[in-house]
């Protein structure tokens, strides 16, 4: 049970260059979520998924996409990549519901450097 | 001005010692409120998990809320240098919100 799964763990792009950030979760989990973390900001949303099929914007979507493949994998994509999206980006799970009430689940996180 | 204020330290203690950590908040709709512990390179795990104003207690770990004063505070008792980590307060409107997560105050806990 290897919970939540990111890759890659760490990444370099040129100003203009696009990627996209793996999530995947084997714990059967309805909700899907993306952040990224930067100092002295905490933990901000970017993107959601409450149920296979959905997709939300959190509170800091600009610049990003992302698909719900299936119920497992949750993508995160940078079309255009610019150095303000330098950042650790997490995915994370959970069980049912909303944000609110049950326990979400954090990968390792992804180290993304713009240059 | 952010929603949620958290000093981002780092608080250095000696082990034994008593942590406290605080986080104050301006919205008054948040009702669920967490603590989450983050060590350094990994992603953030869940530590305490309360609802409304009052205290929960489990093991070492204290966790207070006082919706009068828009205040949480999470206690560690007997504190152990495995301690040492990032500790992020969280809350939320509703079951269906969005987390409001605070910066995350590091700790240190010396032998």
């Known amino acids: 049970n290897a919970g939540v799964t990111q890759t890659p763990k760490f990444q370099v792009l040129k100003t203009g260059q696009s990627m996209t950030l793996q999530c995947a979760q084997d714990m059967n989990h309805n909700s899907m979520y993306w952040y990224r973390q930067d100092p002295g900001m905490g933990l901000r949303l970017i993107y959601y998924?409450?149920?296979?099929?959905?997709?939300d914007k959190g509170e800091v979507p600009n610049g990003y996409n992302v698909s719900r493949l299936n119920k497992r994998e949750f993508s995160l994509r940078l079309e255009s990549a610019a150095p303000s999206q330098t950042s650790v980006y997490f995915c994370?799970?959970?069980?049912?519901?909303?944000?609110?009430?049950?326990?979400?689940?954090f990968g390792p996180g992804t180290r993304l450097t713009v240059l | 001005q952010k929603e949620v204020e958290q000093d981002p330290g780092p608080l250095s203690v000696p082990e034994g010692a008593i942590v406290s950590l605080n986080c104050t908040y301006s919205n008054s709709a948040f009702q669920y409120f967490m603590w989450y512990r983050q060590y350094s390179r990994k992603g953030p795990e869940l530590l305490m998990y309360?609802?409304?104003?009052g205290n929960k207690e489990d093991g070492r770990f204290t966790a207070q809320v006082d919706k009068s004063s828009k205040y949480i505070s999470l206690f560690i008792r007997d504190s152990q240098p495995s301690d040492s980590a990032t500790y992020l307060c969280?809350?939320?409107?509703?079951?269906?919100?969005?987390?409001?997560f605070g910066a995350g105050t590091q700790v240190v806990v010396t032998p």
């Open positions: 969280a809350m939320v409107t509703d079951s269906w919100g969005k987390l409001q």
């Open positions: 994370a799970s959970s069980e049912a519901g909303g944000p609110g009430t049950d326990t979400q689940y």
């Open positions: 309360t609802y409304s104003s």
């Open positions: 998924s409450a149920s296979e099929g959905t997709t």
